[in-house]
C-alpha cells in the first residue's frame, strides 16, 4: 500500500470521530427546525418555480461483493452527509445530489474488514409530464451522475485498494404528490434514474496496486471502458417525504437506494447503497 | 392511511429483497478452498513458464490428498506443500493460525552474516545510529548498515549520512540479511548514488488468466536526487537473505559503474505480490509481476555478485567478516 493510501486513511480514520460529532450537530439542527412543525404556512401549495438548498446527514447500509476484492459479500453500516440544490419551475425541475459516505464493511465468513468511502453526485433535468391538475405529478428527463466507491482492504498487502468509478448519462423519472396527513401537508416523491452510458474505471486484472517503485502515477494498472446495460446494471432510486415548513423552507427525509452490477475490467463486482437521509430544505429564491 | 402504510411497507420490503440480487458465497467446503486457491495461482502467478512449473500436474498430485471430510490442518497442510513447488518466498498462505512459507532461497546455503561479529569487532560503540541506518567509519571508508526495507527512512537521514561520508574514500553499504519491505525506499536510497539518470529495471504485471499474458514492459529509471550524491566507489555486501525490496536495490546500484557487489548472490523475489482471499477467508499471497535487469536477466532467482565471497570458519573464529574484509581490501 502506498504511502499516499496510508495517509488518506489514517486522516479518513481521525475524521470519522470529527465526522460522527458533524452528523449529531447536523441532526440536532435539524430537529430544531422540525420543532417549527407547528409553524406550517397556511398555503403550502408549491411556488410556481423554487430554488431549495439541501443539507443533512444520515447513515447507510452498503453492501458489495468485488470480485477483485474477495470472492465473500461484505457488508457495514456507513455515515453519510447530504448536499442538493432542487431548482424547480412551472414546468420543469433541475435536482443536484451529493452524498458522500464513510465506514467498515466486514465479510461475515471471514471476519475481515473493508475501510470504505463512497460518493455520488446526480444531477437530473426533469419535464413534467403531467396535467396540472393531476393528482400525481410525472415527470421525466435524462441525468449525469458520477459514482465512487474505494475501498481499502489492509489484509491484501500489495493489492488492497479497490475502487469502482462511473460516469454516467441516462434516463431518469420522477413522480410526485401532495396529500394530508395528521393534519399536516406533506409531499412524496420519487425518482428512478437508469445510466445508460457508463465511462467505467475498475481495478486491473493483478489487483496490484502499486507500481515497483511505489509509483502512484502509473495508469497501466486500471481497466477503463465505455458501456452499456451489457456491462454494467446500475438502478438509482430516491425517494423523499418532504415537509414544508414555514417561509418556503422544508424538511425532508430521503431514502436512498443505489444498486450495480458490472463486469468492467476483469473481475465482476456488485454494490448496492441503502441509504437514510435528513435534510434541510433551505428556500434561497421562490416566484 | 392503510395505503400509506401498505406503501411504506412496500418500499421497505422492496429494500430489503435486495440481497436476491446478489450471489451467495461460495461454497466453504475443503474441496472448493482447494480448486479456488489453486486457480487463484494459476490465473495470476507470474513466474510459471520462468520456472518451468507444471500446475495443471501440481493439481493432479495434490487434489486427491483433499475431500469433503479433510479438516482444516491437513487442508492448509496440503495447500501449503502444492505452494511449496512454486519455489518462491512471495507465495504465502495465512490460515489464521498458521502462515505457509519457502525458505530453501537462503535456508540451503552459508548464512555469511554475524551481526555480533559486526557488532563487537568492527563497530566497537563508534557506531551512529540515524533512523534504520547503523553507520561508522572503517579504514576512512563509510560503513552502512541498513537492516531492512521495512524500516522507513527520510531525506534528512540520507543527507546526513552522505555528508559524514563525503570525504571518505568509499562507501560500503551492509544489505545482509536485509529481507526487503517497502518498495518506495529503494530509488530513495538508490538515488542518493546516481552519477546520472539511468534505466535501473523493467517489469511486467499479469494481465489475463494465461501463463503468459503479461502487460508491456514498464521501464524503472533512477536518477540523482536529494542534496548531494556520493558516486566515488560504493560496494555493497549481499547474501542470500537479501529479498524482494533488496534485490531490487541491489539490481538498481548494478547500474552504477561506480558500484560493485561483493559477497553471495541475493535470494531473488523479482516478483510484486498481490494476495487474494479464498472462501473460507484464508489468504494467498502470490507474486504478480516479472522484474528485469537491462541486460534482460530475469531477478527473481537472484543477483550474482561481482565478486563472490563467502565467510570462512577460520576467520569467524578470528572475529573477522571475509566479506567485509575483502571490501575494505578493495577499497584501499
Redesign the interface.
Known amino acids: 500500500m ?2 499516499c493510501h496510508i495517509i488518506i486513511f489514517q486522516v479518513i480514520k481521525r475524521s470519522t470521530a470529527s465526522a460522527c460529532r458533524a452528523l449529531c450537530y447536523t441532526v440536532l439542527l435539524t430537529l430544531y427546525a422540525i420543532t417549527a412543525l407547528s409553524g406550517q404556512s397556511e398555503d403550502n401549495a408549491r411556488s410556481k418555480s423554487a430554488f431549495h438548498l439541501k443539507l443533512g446527514g444520515g447513515a447507510s447500509l452498503q ?1 458489495i ?1 468485488d470480485q477483485a ?5 461484505y457488508n457495514g453500516i456507513q455515515i453519510g452527509i447530504y448536499a442538493g440544490i432542487d431548482v424547480r419551475g412551472v414546468r420543469d425541475l433541475y435536482r443536484m445530489d451529493a452524498l458522500f459516505w464513510l465506514g467498515e464493511t466486514s ?1 461475515e ?4 474488514t473493508s475501510e470504505n468511502y463512497t460518493y455520488t453526485i446526480n444531477s437530473s433535468y426533469l419535464w413534467r409530464v403531467s396535467p396540472d391538475d393531476a393528482r400525481w405529478n410525472w415527470h421525466l428527463g435524462a441525468a449525469v451522475t458520477n459514482w465512487g466507491s474505494f475501498r481499502n ?1 489492509q ?6 485498494f479497490f475502487y469502482d468509478l462511473f460516469f454516467s448519462t441516462g434516463l431518469t423519472a420522477a413522480t410526485e404528490r401532495h ?1 394530508r ?1 395528521f393534519r399536516r401537508d406533506w409531499y412524496a416523491d420519487w425518482q428512478i434514474i437508469v445510466p445508460a452510458l457508463t465511462y467505467g474505471l475498475r481495478p ?5 496496486d ?6 502512484d502515477s ?1 495508469q ?2 486500471a481497466d477503463a471502458q465505455f458501456v452499456s446495460f451489457g456491462k454494467l446494471l446500475n438502478v438509482k432510486s430516491r ?1 423523499e417525504l418532504v415537509y414544508p415548513l414555514l417561509n418556503g423552507n422544508r424538511v425532508g427525509l430521503l ?1 436512498y ?1 443505489d ?1 450495480f ?1 458490472t463486469s468492467i475490467g ?1 473481475h465482476p463486482a ?1 454494490q ?1 447503497m ?1 441509504s437514510a437521509q435528513l435534510s434541510l430544505h433551505v428556500l434561497l429564491s421562490k416566484r | 392511511m392503510k395505503k400509506y402504510a401498505l406503501l411504506l411497507s412496500l418500499i421497505v420490503g422492496f429494500a430489503s429483497c435486495e440481497y436476491i440480487l446478489f450471489e451467495e458465497d461460495p461454497a466453504d467446503d475443503p474441496i472448493s478452498n482447494f480448486d479456488a486457491l489453486w486457480r487463484a495461482v494459476d490465473e495470476g502467478y507470474s513466474f510459471f513458464e520462468f520456472k518451468r512449473i507444471n500446475w495443471d500436474s501440481v493439481y493432479t498430485v495434490y487434489r486427491p490428498k483433499v475431500n469433503n471430510n479433510t479438516r482444516a490442518l491437513e487442508l492448509f497442510n496440503t495447500m501449503s506443500d502444492m505452494l511449496f513447488t512454486l519455489r518462491d518466498g512471495h507465495v504465502n498462505l495465512n490460515a489464521g493460525f498458521n502462515r505457509s512459507r519457502n525458505w530453501e532461497w537462503f535456508l540451503g546455503f552459508p548464512p555469511n552474516y554475524d551481526k555480533n561479529i559486526i557488532e563487537r569487532n568492527y563497530w566497537r560503540q563508534q557506531e551512529w545510529y540515524t533512523g534504520p541506518f547503523v553507520h561508522t567509519v572503517l579504514d576512512s571508508v563509510g560503513y552502512v548498515r541498513y537492516g531492512s526495507f521495512s524500516s522507513v527512512f527520510n531525506e534528512s537521514h540520507l543527507d546526513l549520512i552522505i555528508a559524514r561520508f563525503q570525504n571518505a574514500k568509499g562507501i560500503i553499504i551492509d544489505v545482509r540479511d536485509n529481507g526487503g519491505g517497502f518498495g518506495y525506499l529503494v530509488p530513495l536510497l538508490a538515488s542518493r548514488f546516481a552519477d546520472q539518470r539511468r534505466l535501473a529495471y523493467t517489469f511486467v504485471v499479469k494481465n489475463g488468466p494465461a501463463h503468459n499474458d503479461f502487460t508491456t514492459p514498464v521501464k524503472v529509471y533512477v536518477e540523482p536526487q536529494g542534496e548531494r550524491q556520493f558516486t566515488k566507489p560504493v560496494i555493497i555486501l549481499t547474501n542470500r537473505m537479501c529479498y524482494s525490496a533488496t534485490n531490487f536495490f541491489v539490481a538498481t546500484m548494478k547500474n552504477f559503474p561506480h558500484v560493485r557487489v561483493i559477497g553471495d548472490w541475493t535470494g531473488g523475489g523479482g516478483g510484486t505480490p498481490v494476495s487474494k482471499e479464498l472462501p473460507n477467508g484464508w489468504i494467498v499471497r502470490y507474486s504478480s509481476t516479472q522484474s528485469f535487469m537491462p541486460n534482460g536477466f530475469n531477478i527473481e532467482g537472484g543477483i550474482p555478485p561481482d565478486i563472490q565471497v563467502n565467510m570462512t570458519e577460520s576467520d569467524r573464529l578470528r572475529n573477522k567478516d571475509t566479506i567485509l574484509e575483502r571490501a575494505l581490501a578493495e577499497l584501499k
Not at chain 1, 69 to 73: E, I, K, R, V
Not at chain 1, 155 to 160: A, F, H, P, Q, V
Not at chain 1, 210 to 215: N, R, S, T, Y
Request: glycine share 6%; aromatic share 16%.
Open positions: 502506498s504511502k453492501t461483493r476484492m474477495s470472492p465473500l459479500l465479510s465468513r471471514s471476519g475481515r482492504h489484509s491484501l498487502i500489495n493489492s488492497n396529500f396527513l486491473n486484472y493483478s489487483g496490484l502499486v507500481a515497483p517503485p511505489d509509483d502509473f497501466g494498472f425517494i431514502y437506494w444498486f452490477s476483469a456488485q448496492s441503502q
